[in-house]
């Protein structure tokens, strides 16, 4: 994995995260309906091919609940660091950029497909609500 040593939020750490599905987008990504995938899923693909595409980050709306959040971070984290008792390191970016964009793309989908399935086959020993649908053939 490939760290970046980029301040969050900058244009830079932008930059670095061009093409990459975050965990703030991966609840949009694997969103499920009753039919199949939600419309919020070719969302996300869309932006991350564009920005394969372009090599700039996509345009993101800053809610006033975002803007609040991010003014507000320096102070719970430093919050978090005295009730727990830790230093609080900032990360960067990080990613897998040493290999090519498309296998990248190929890989973080199939880690999101086998955390899918492995969660649905959880899910199902659990949940007679999640059982799996049959078969078209009725087999």
Known sequence: ?????????????????????????????????????AASRASVLSDIVAERLTGAPAEIYVTEAMGRGQAL????????????DVDVELGGASGTRAWPAPMRAQ???????????????????????????PSPTGT
């Open 1 to 37: 994995m490939l760290m970046v040593d980029v301040v969050q939020g900058t244009p830079e750490w932008r930059q670095a995260r061009v093409g990459s599905l975050g965990a703030s987008r991966v609840h949009e990504a694997i969103a499920r309906t009753r039919n199949g995938w």
């Open 73 to 84: 971070e320096p102070d719970a984290r430093a919050a978090y660091a005295f009730q727990r």
């Open 107 to 133: 890989m973080a989908w199939s880690r999101t497909a086998a955390w899918w399935r492995s969660s649905a086959q959880a899910r199902s020993r659990t949940s007679p609500r999640c059982s799996p649908a």
